[in-house]
C-alpha cells in the first residue's frame, strides 16, 4: 500500500550508535531478552495494523520492573524513542515500530502476582494474556470482564494503553471501568504506584490517565484489576432484521428505554454470511441484519428482560428472534462473532475503522457508511458493538492493488469523520496509534492537543515515547 | 479550634491591588454577580468543614461560560488565586477561600440544558444541584446516580471536583462513572471540550483527570452526564447484628461473593441512637450495629439476591433481618441515614473522615478505630459506604474546648492513617482539599505527589487555582 502516513524521520545520532546501543542493552539483560538480528526482529515490525511496517533498532524483552526500569533509564539518559509492545495485537498501528527505536516487549512478564477474592482483585504483570486472568478464577466463579476478540493472545498491558473494550463491555464497562491500580515505569526509570484495593485514591486521578494513554506517559509492568462473579446464567438472543436500519434504531431504542443487556452485537448482511461460512454458528442467512443480545442472571431475570426487548424489536418489525437452547449452542454463536476479524482476512483484505457514535445516531451512521463506501467501489461489513454505539466496518479491499488500497484509507478517513460529525469519535476502544493519528485534528481544536500534549511533556518531556503516535507530526511544539 | 493546618501567606502585592482587582472584575461582570463588601463576603469565608475560615478577596458570580473565561483570563494575567465554588458543601475544606483570593462561584449557572433520553445523557451547568438533575428526569422514569447526602444543596460542579460518591455507588459507580464530559475553562480563559454522548474519547482521558482534581486544573462550567433506568422496585432491608465486627464481616463476605446489591450502608450503635432519635426511621435499637442493604429489580430479583445476602448474614449471626413493608418505611429508612451528619451535628461537634480500606480490612479497621478514640477519650459514630469499604467516622468533641478538638484532629488524623496502612487511601470521596492536604506524604512518596504536580503544572503553571489544597505547602518546587 501506499504509504499515507508517514513516520518521524528517524534520529541520525541514535541509528549511527546502533551497535554502543546493542551493546549496552546486553548489560541490562540476559541474552534471552534482547533482540537484534534483523532476521529475529522481523516479527517485531508490525502488529495487526498490518498496512505499515519498520524494523527496529533492537527489541528488549525484560523480565521483571527492575529490568523495564533499567532499560528505561538508558534510554531516557540517551533520548532512545521506546516503543512498548504487549501482544502486538493493535488495530491501529499501537505497537509499530520505528528504526531508531527499542521495542519494549512485555511478553516475558506473564506471571499472575495474586489472586484475592476476599477484595474480588487480580494483580497480574502486564505481559498476562486478557483470557488468561479469567481462565485462573473461573473454577471459583469469576472472571475479568473487558473481552477484546483478540483476548487470547492480547495482554493486559495493551489493553490497559488501548483502553480496550469487547463486547460485553455495554454491562461492565471498558478497562478503565475495570482497572484498580498499575505499577508504572516513568521515562527516567523511577517507578511509581498507582491506585490499589480500595475505592478510590486521593490526589489526581493519574491511573485512569495512564488508561487508554497509549504507552506515551509510563510503561505500565504490573495491573490489578477487579474481578466480577459470573452470572447465575446467560443467553445470547438472535435478533433477524430486515434492513440494517430497522436493527440500529432498535438498538437505540433498548437504550433509551433505559435497558442495559451484558452485550448487543450488529452484523449486517456481509458480516452474516462472512462469519457464517468459517464458524457455522447457525446465524440465520434470509435476514439483512442481526443482532446478538446477551441477557444473564436467574431464569426470571433473563425472562423477563428478554421480554422487553422482544417487545421493541417487534415495533421495529423484527423477522426472526431465536434463543439459543444449549451451551455449545451459545458458544457457536459467540465464536461465529468473535472470529469476525479473522473469518474476513479469509476472503479479503480488510481495514477495520471503529469510530464511536451517540446511539440517536446509529441508523443514519449506518446508511452513510454504505453510501461512502458504495462512492468509492468497495464493500463493507459492519460487525460491531451496538451498545456501545462503537462501530466497526471492516472495509474490503486487495492489499496487491495500490489504487483499492488508497481508496479504502479514503473511505476508512471519510467514516471516522462522519463518525466524528455526527458527535461521536474517532476510537471506542482501538486506540488512536499511527492510524487514526492525522484525524485528530478533526476532532479536536489546536487547544485541546496543546492540552493533552502538556500532560504528556509533564511525563515525558524528551518526547521517547511510542513517539509516532497519537499526536499529528507538524504543531507538537505547541506544548 | 487551634490551627494544625496552615494556608499559604497572602500574596502582598495582590492585597495591596484589592480595590484595583474589585473595579477591574466589575467591568467584567454584572453588579450582582461581584461581592466585595466584608459583611457579604461572610457566607463565603469557609464550607461545611468549618473548623477553618479566611475572608476572600472578593466573589464572582458569573452567568456563562464566557463570564468565567473572562474572570480566569484575568486573574491568570495577574497572577490572583481563584477559589472555586459550588454549594459550598465541601467536607474537606475544598472551598475554603484565602485572603488574596477570588472566589469563583457558579451559583448562577443553574440552568439543565438538554436532557437526551435517546442517548440517556443530561447536560447541565456547573451550578446545578444533584438532586435537580434526578428531580428533571424522574417523571421519565431516569435518575442520576451518585448520590452524596448533601445532594439538595451540592452542586454538579462541585461533585465533579471531588469525584463524589454517595450510598448507592456500590452498583451504580461515583462521579467519574457517570461523567461524560464537561466544558472545561482552562487558568488562562481558554475554553475546552472534553468528552461528549459517545462511548470514550480518542487521546488521552484528560475528563477522567478532571474529575476528583479539587478545582486545580480548571474550571467546570457545564457537564453531561449519564442518566439511568428507575429499577422496576427497590427494597431496602435491615440487618441488625450484635457487634460492629460481625456486620463488618458480613459486609465483606457478601461482595467476596461477588453480590453487588445497590447500596450496603453501615452504622454502629452510636450512630443508630443518634439517627433514630433524630427521624424516627425504624432502626432496631437493641443491636450493636446494623447495616441497610437495599436490593432492585423485579420482585423475583430482589427476592433471589435478598435469599443469598440473609445465608450469609446467618453465618454472621445476624440477630435482626426486617423487610420495609412500604415505600414510606423505605423512605423514612434512607432519610434516617440521609441526615446521619445533620443528627449528629444537634448533639455534639464532629469531624468526619473518609477513609477508604479494602473489604478484607473493614472489621480490623472499625476495631482499631474505637481503640484510636478511646486512647483520646472521645467518642465515635460509625456511619458509611460499607460495600465501598468507603468509612466514614464521625469523632464527636466540644469545639469550644481548644484541647479537645485538637485531640479530634489528631484522632482523625490518626484513623486516616490506619486506613493507608491497611492497603485503603485518604478519600473515599469527600476529597483531600485542606483537610488531608499534609497527610497526603502518608500515602505517597515524593516522586508520586511529584508526578502529580507536574501534571497539574501542565494546567495551571502558575498555581493560582485553590493553591492551598491537596499538595503539602513545603516542597512544592518539585515540580
Not at 523511577?190 to 489526581?204: F, N, P, Q, R
Not at 434470509?286 to 436467574?298: K, N, Q, R
Not at 463506501?373 to 460491531?384: C, K, M, S
Amino acid at each position: 500500500m501506499a504509504e499515507a502516513i508517514s513516520f518521524l524521520a528517524p534520529r541520525a545520532d541514535v541509528l549511527a550508535r546502533r551497535s554502543e546501543i546493542v551493546a549496552d542493552l546486553a548489560d541490562l539483560l540476559a541474552p534471552e531478552c534482547l533482540i537484534h538480528e534483523p532476521r529475529e526482529l522481523m516479527p517485531f515490525e508490525t502488529d495487526a495494523f498490518v498496512s505499515y511496517r519498520r524494523m527496529p533498532l533492537a527489541v528488549a524483552l525484560p523480565r521483571s520492573t527492575a529490568e523495564v526500569a533499567a532499560v528505561m533509564k538508558y534510554c531516557h539518559r540517551y533520548g532512545i524513542p521506546v516503543v512498548p509492545r504487549g501482544a502486538g495485537t493493535s488495530l491501529s498501528g499501537g505497537a509499530i515500530p520505528q528504526e531508531d527505536a527499542v521495542v519494549l516487549g512485555l511478553s516475558k512478564m506473564n506471571r499472575i502476582l495474586d489472586v484475592d477474592f476476599a477484595n474480588r482483585t487480580a494483580t497480574v504483570q502486564a505481559g498476562v494474556t486478557n483470557l488468561n486472568i479469567s481462565e485462573n478464577v473461573s473454577a471459583d466463579g469469576f472472571f475479568y470482564a473487558p473481552d477484546p476478540s483478540s483476548q487470547l493472545a492480547c495482554t493486559i498491558g495493551g489493553n490497559i494503553g488501548m483502553n480496550s473494550g469487547g463486547a460485553h463491555c455495554l454491562k461492565y464497562g471498558v478497562t478503565t471501568n475495570n482497572l484498580l491500580g498499575v505499577k508504572l515505569v516513568l521515562t527516567d526509570g523511577t517507578v511509581i504506584d498507582l491506585g490499589g484495593k480500595a475505592l478510590d485514591a486521593a490526589g489526581y486521578d493519574l491511573l485512569g490517565l495512564v488508561c487508554g494513554s497509549e504507552g506515551q506517559l509510563g510503561i505500565v509492568t504490573e495491573a490489578t484489576v477487579r474481578l466480577i462473579a459470573k452470572p447465575e446464567g446467560a443467553r445470547p438472543v438472535l435478533f433477524g432484521f430486515d434492513t440494517s436500519e430497522q436493527a440500529g434504531a432498535c438498538v437505540a431504542d433498548i437504550i433509551a428505554a433505559g435497558i442495559v443487556p451484558v452485550a448487543i452485537e450488529f452484523m449486517d448482511k456481509q458480516a452474516i454470511e462472512i462469519c457464517e461460512a468459517f464458524a457455522h454458528a447457525g446465524y440465520p442467512l434470509d435476514v439483512g441484519a442481526l443482532l446478538i443480545v446477551e441477557v444473564e442472571g436467574s431464569e426470571a431475570e433473563m425472562d423477563d428482560m428478554l421480554k422487553s426487548i422482544v417487545d421493541i424489536a417487534r415495533t421495529h418489525k423484527v423477522k426472526t428472534v431465536r434463543e439459543c437452547q444449549s451451551a455449545t449452542e451459545a458458544a457457536l454463536i459467540w465464536k461465529g462473532r468473535k472470529s469476525a476479524f479473522g473469518a474476513t482476512g479469509r476472503i479479503a483484505d480488510y481495514i477495520c475503522m471503529d469510530g464511536t457514535v451517540p446511539l440517536s445516531q446509529l441508523s443514519y451512521v449506518l446508511q452513510k457508511t454504505t453510501e461512502i463506501v458504495d462512492h468509492y467501489g468497495l464493500r463493507v461489513a459492519n460487525v460491531f458493538h451496538a451498545g456501545d454505539g462503537n462501530m466497526h466496518p471492516l472495509i474490503l479491499f486487495n492489499a496487491n492493488d495500490p489504487e483499492d488500497a488508497a481508496k479504502a484509507e479514503a473511505a476508512g478517513n471519510d467514516i471516522l469523520r462522519l463518525c466524528v460529525d455526527a458527535g461521536g469519535c474517532l476510537t471506542g476502544e482501538h486506540g488512536v496509534g499511527i492510524e487514526k493519528r492525522d484525524l485528530m485534528r478533526h476532532q479536536y481544536a489546536e487547544v485541546d492537543l496543546a492540552q493533552m500534549m502538556s500532560v504528556r511533556a509533564a511525563f515525558d518531556p524528551g518526547w521517547i515515547l511510542n513517539p509516532s503516535k497519537v499526536f499529528p507530526l507538524d504543531g507538537r511544539n505547541a506544548a
